[in-house]
Structures are given as structure tokens and as C-alpha cells.
């Protein structure tokens, strides 16, 4: 039998907690050094990517090489690696995503889910901490014209290949696309401290909910809920976002105006090489600090990375 949200706190008691997500963000206060992220081979192509159906959840999980794509800046002063990326919808279009932005719901949000790769080991150990997890969350919202501008044509590609994975456990590989063609344009964001969204809720993430959404129509987003009616499951997985939580006496901060997320922004990196040494060196290994600067230099990454590699050497 699935249990709805309201039931979660029988499973964990830590889903009556004081530090949950997702929350109504109703004020927020301007945090200067929120800066902006930098992703290392978020405009990167091809990747191997795969879709997997996740009965138990009713989210899709989208897998990628996790050693090869990593944030940092942002406010969180560390590296973290993406685990997964998946989805939350709801039953029609008026409602689906789990954070609300004064008070409007979008129909979809995606979540980017990192581990603190700069501080734990690996993603086990990362959950177990309360600055193990970083996530970044963007609104999905619906246009009615199929030659609307906006649209973001590889989540719309993306939605095709739901029909492929109709049973839990169900999983297919789909066309390479890039990650940075997932984010808005405008990257403002706002910061909290907060939770994962399914039981056991750990009070593990600091969350990054940006405040543009990114466009597909209607159509495209109701192949997120096809396959639950397929599936024949419980009404209460006929949704997947959990309802708000209280805020407590926690503050929401909000990042300066941001830059563009084109391509063409200094803030995204691919050099696929460099990167996957740096996660290496940053993985823990001792003595391999001139070793790996003398690899960066020969395949001229970019100043930044060095430095960082600098630093923590
Ligand atoms: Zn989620």
C-alpha cells in the first residue's frame, strides 16, 4: 500500500521536522554573496543519459556519469557532483510543483540533485550529513503555442521517451542533450536550508530554487502523467509534489540579478578531461597534487578550475 505525505511522519519522524521542503517562498532577503554558479559540463554533449521509471516514487530518474558534472560557486563554497535529476508533476496543469513562489504553483519542477563531493567521500556518506546535499530546483511552466520561442526543445525531446518506460523499473536511453539547456535564461535564485522531499525527508539539502521557469506546452506535460494511469496506481501518487511545509524560523535569501545561462556565459565549462582528474584529486587522494596541476595546464583548462586547484592543494 502507498502512503500519501500526510502518512510520512510514521515512516520517519524526521517528515515532522523543523527544516523541510519544499516551502512557500513568500519573502526573501538579498544576499550578496549568493553568486553565480559555475557547471562543469553542463553544456556538454553527448552524454550517456538514461530514463528510469521509479514505481515506488511515481519520479522519473535521469541518470548521467556523475563524475563528470559539478557545481560550485553559488554561495556553497565547495564542489558537488550531480547524483540524478528528476521530475515532480501534478494531475493537471494548475498545480505540480513542490516549491511554491509566493504562492503560485508551477505545473512542473525539476530537480537537480549534487552530493558534497568536496567534503564527503561519496554520496552515501554525503547523505548522512547536514550539508551533504545540494539541489537545484527549476519551476516548469506551459505555453499553448507549439512555436513559442521559450520553449525548451530538449525537455519536450525528453518527454518522447516516457512512453518507453511504462512499468517501475522500466528504463531506456535517450539522445544526448545538455543539461544547461534545462536552466532558465535568467538564473536569479533563492536560497533556504531545507530537506529531501521523500521519506525519510533527511534535513541534509540546501536548496537552490531559481526564480524563471523554463516553457513546454501542455501537451508535453501531460506525458508526465500518462503513464501513472497506465500504471494503475494509487490515487495518491497520481501527483508527485509533496504540499509545503512550514518555515519555521528559517530565512529565505534571494541572489542578486543574475547572468544569462546561454552558452556563451563564462560561467559553464566542458572540458571533459581536466574535469574528471580534478574529481579525482578532490576524491581524496594524497600526492597527486603537482601530478594533477601539470595535467591541467597541458589541457588548458580554464583559469578558474585552476586556482580551485590551487586552493585545496
Ligand atoms: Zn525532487
Same mark, same amino acid.
Given at each position: 500500500?502507498?502512503?500519501?505525505?500526510?502518512?510520512?511522519?510514521?515512516?520517519?519522524?524526521?517528515?515532522?521536522?523543523?527544516?523541510?521542503?519544499?516551502?512557500?517562498?513568500?519573502?526573501?532577503?538579498?544576499?550578496?554573496?549568493?553568486?553565480?554558479?559555475?557547471?562543469?559540463?553542463?553544456?556538454?554533449?553527448?552524454?550517456?543519459?538514461?530514463?528510469?521509471?521509479?514505481?515506488?516514487?511515481?519520479?522519473?530518474?535521469?541518470?548521467?556519469?556523475?563524475?563528470?558534472?559539478?557545481?560550485?560557486?553559488?554561495?556553497?563554497?565547495?564542489?558537488?557532483?550531480?547524483?540524478?535529476?528528476?521530475?515532480?508533476?501534478?494531475? @493537471? #496543469?494548475?498545480?505540480? +510543483?513542490?516549491? *511554491?513562489?509566493?504562492?503560485?504553483? &508551477?505545473?512542473?519542477? /525539476?530537480? =537537480?540533485?549534487?552530493?558534497?563531493?568536496?567534503?564527503?567521500?561519496?554520496?552515501?556518506?554525503?547523505?548522512?550529513?547536514?550539508?551533504?546535499?545540494?539541489?537545484?530546483?527549476?519551476?516548469?511552466?506551459?505555453?499553448?503555442?507549439? @512555436? #513559442?520561442?521559450?520553449? +525548451?526543445?530538449? *525537455?519536450?525531446?525528453?518527454?518522447? &521517451?516516457?512512453?518507453? /518506460?511504462? =512499468?517501475?523499473?522500466?528504463?531506456?536511453?535517450?539522445?544526448?542533450?545538455?543539461?544547461?539547456?534545462?536552466?532558465?535564461?535568467?538564473?536569479?535564485?533563492?536560497?533556504?536550508?531545507?530537506?529531501?522531499?521523500?521519506?525519510?525527508?533527511?534535513?541534509?539539502?540546501?536548496?537552490?530554487?531559481?526564480?524563471?521557469?523554463?516553457?513546454?506546452?501542455?501537451?508535453?506535460?501531460?506525458?508526465?502523467?500518462?503513464?501513472?494511469?497506465?500504471?494503475?496506481?494509487?490515487?495518491?501518487?497520481?501527483?508527485?509534489?509533496?504540499?509545503?511545509?512550514?518555515?519555521?524560523?528559517?530565512?529565505?535569501?534571494?541572489?542578486?540579478?543574475?547572468?544569462?545561462?546561454?552558452?556563451?556565459?563564462?560561467?559553464?565549462?566542458?572540458?571533459?578531461?581536466?574535469?574528471?582528474?580534478?574529481?579525482?584529486?578532490?576524491?581524496?587522494?594524497?600526492?597527486?597534487?603537482?601530478?594533477?596541476?601539470?595535467?591541467?595546464?597541458?589541457?588548458?583548462?580554464?583559469?578558474?578550475?585552476?586556482?580551485?586547484?590551487?586552493?585545496?592543494?
Amino acid at each position: 500500500m502507498e502512503l500519501g505525505p500526510s502518512h510520512w511522519p510514521e515512516i520517519s519522524m524526521v517528515c515532522n521536522g523543523t527544516r523541510q521542503s519544499p516551502i512557500n517562498i513568500s519573502k526573501s532577503t538579498t544576499n550578496n554573496s549568493l553568486d553565480d554558479f559555475v557547471f562543469h559540463n553542463y553544456n556538454a554533449t553527448p552524454l550517456v543519459t538514461t530514463v528510469t521509471y521509479n514505481g515506488h516514487t511515481g519520479q522519473f530518474q535521469v541518470t548521467v556519469p556523475s563524475d563528470t558534472l559539478m557545481i560550485h560557486g553559488g554561495g556553497l563554497n565547495d564542489i558537488y557532483n550531480l547524483a540524478q535529476f528528476h521530475f515532480h508533476w501534478g494531475s @493537471n #496543469d494548475s498545480y505540480g +510543483s513542490e516549491h *511554491l513562489d509566493h504562492g503560485k504553483a &508551477y505545473p512542473g519542477e /525539476i530537480h =537537480f540533485v549534487h552530493w558534497h563531493s568536496g567534503k564527503y567521500s561519496n554520496l552515501n556518506e554525503s547523505f548522512k550529513h547536514d550539508d551533504g546535499v545540494a539541489v537545484l530546483g527549476v519551476f516548469i511552466d506551459v505555453v499553448q503555442d507549439a @512555436n #513559442d520561442p521559450r520553449i +525548451s526543445k530538449d *525537455l519536450a525531446k525528453l518527454t518522447d &521517451y516516457f512512453v518507453n /518506460i511504462k =512499468f517501475p523499473g522500466n528504463q531506456t536511453n535517450c539522445a544526448p542533450f545538455t543539461l544547461a539547456s534545462l536552466l532558465p535564461k535568467n538564473l536569479t535564485y533563492y536560497r533556504y536550508l531545507g530537506s529531501l522531499t521523500t521519506p525519510d525527508c533527511s534535513e541534509i539539502v540546501t536548496w537552490t530554487v531559481y526564480q524563471s521557469p523554463i516553457y513546454i506546452t501542455s501537451d508535453q506535460m501531460a506525458k508526465f502523467r500518462h503513464f501513472h494511469r497506465m500504471e494503475h496506481l494509487d490515487e495518491d501518487l497520481d501527483h508527485t509534489n509533496r504540499p509545503v511545509q512550514p518555515l519555521y524560523n528559517r530565512e529565505v535569501y534571494n541572489s542578486p540579478t543574475s547572468f544569462s545561462s546561454s552558452s556563451s556565459s563564462s560561467s559553464f565549462f566542458s572540458s571533459p578531461s581536466p574535469l574528471s582528474a580534478f574529481v579525482f584529486f578532490r576524491a581524496g587522494i594524497q600526492g597527486q597534487c603537482v601530478k594533477m596541476m601539470m595535467a591541467l595546464v597541458f589541457t588548458s583548462i580554464s583559469f578558474h578550475s585552476f586556482f580551485q586547484c590551487e586552493i585545496n592543494c
